[in-house]
């Protein structure tokens, strides 16, 4: 009879829970597939919980939980990712500002992809993914059946206005 000690019992429960970031990120990527967005930001809200910024899977579940958030709370997943691209620059590139004004505009929150657009266009002038971006939203500001979405551009000065 094999004796275990309680700190290898504890481990392998731990281990065996799914609570590991890694885990807990595939978990939220199925329920972001499957449309469970509270359910995905749940997943992802517990593998970044602790998770030092520069641990490798700190971006994509950051990332997967303001996707989450774009379905639940619009304008905190533009605050979220505004703050995510201005702590981590060096990370945070065009086709993540792209990603995450589309998922904006795919739940018609256009007022918070428009300021995600800006900060990519301002940050990727000559991208053409940020062109593609600023005709999407200028698209979209264009099909609202009112103006507030298309004086925002404007005065940017953009041409939606």
């Known amino acids: 009879m094999h004796l275990y000690s309680p700190a290898l019992v504890l481990l392998l429960l731990v281990a065996c829970s799914g609570s ?16 469970d967005y509270k359910g995905a930001l749940s997943k992802f809200e517990s593998a970044i919980s602790g998770l030092d910024p520069q641990h490798p899977e700190y971006l994509r579940i950051d990332l997967g939980r303001i996707q989450a958030l774009c379905h639940v709370d ?13 702590a981590m620059p060096a ?7 792209s990603l995450i004004c589309s998922r904006l505009l795919d739940v018609g929150a256009t007022l918070d992809a428009i300021d995600v657009m800006k900060a990519g266009h301002d940050r990727f ?32 000065g953009y041409a939606g206005g």
Do not use: I
Request: glycine share 8%; charged share 35%.
């Open 20 to 35: 590991d970031p890694s885990t807990l990120r595939k978990e939220g990527n199925e329920a972001l597939g499957k449309g």
């Open 74 to 86: 619009p304008a905190r997943a533009r605050t979220a990712f505004l703050e995510l691209a201005k």
């Open 91 to 97: 990370k945070v590139g065009e086709n993540d500002y």
């Open 125 to 156: 002038p000559e991208s053409s993914t940020m062109k593609a971006m600023v005709k999407a939203v200028e698209e979209a500001a264009a099909r609202e059946a009112t103006p507030e979405a298309l004086n925002k551009l404007k005065g940017l």
